[in-house]
């Protein structure tokens, strides 16, 4: 499959901001999506994933209840809706795709970076 991120920028502690990433190359129905971040001088660490049928959703705790994931199955997109942003979630932001079966993420976006001003 073949991803494309988009949506990130410089926002205000407290805003909002979606991202979304766009999906070709193969039907999603066994795929699993997540969105990944990676800020500076730190590892990357998985924000939220989404089993794209029959659509069960994973938050890390980091941003339970600020994030949500979801998916437009006709626009074969996912989104990260990301509110109450604290500049802690400034980082650059990957969405990948795996198959169910397979072990770990093999496609994967370019990063789209976030900025939360304090």
């Known amino acids: 499959v073949q991803l494309q991120a988009s949506g990130g920028g410089l926002v205000q502690a407290g805003g909002s901001l979606r991202l979304s990433c766009t999906v070709s190359?193969?039907?999603?129905?066994?795929?699993?999506m997540g969105w990944f971040r990676q800020a500076q001088g730190k590892d990357r660490e998985v924000v939220a994933s989404i089993r794209w049928s029959p659509g069960i959703t994973y938050i890390a705790d980091s941003v339970k209840g600020r994030f949500t994931i979801s998916r437009d199955n006709a626009k074969k997109t996912v989104f990260l809706q990301m509110n109450s942003l604290k500049p802690e979630d400034t980082a650059v932001y990957y969405c990948?795709?795996?198959?169910?079966?397979?072990?770990?993420?093999?496609?994967w976006g370019q990063g789209t970076q976030l900025t939360v001003s304090s």
């Open positions: 990948a795709a795996k198959h169910i079966a397979a072990d770990s993420y093999n496609s």
């Open positions: 190359g193969r039907t999603l129905s066994n795929y699993v």
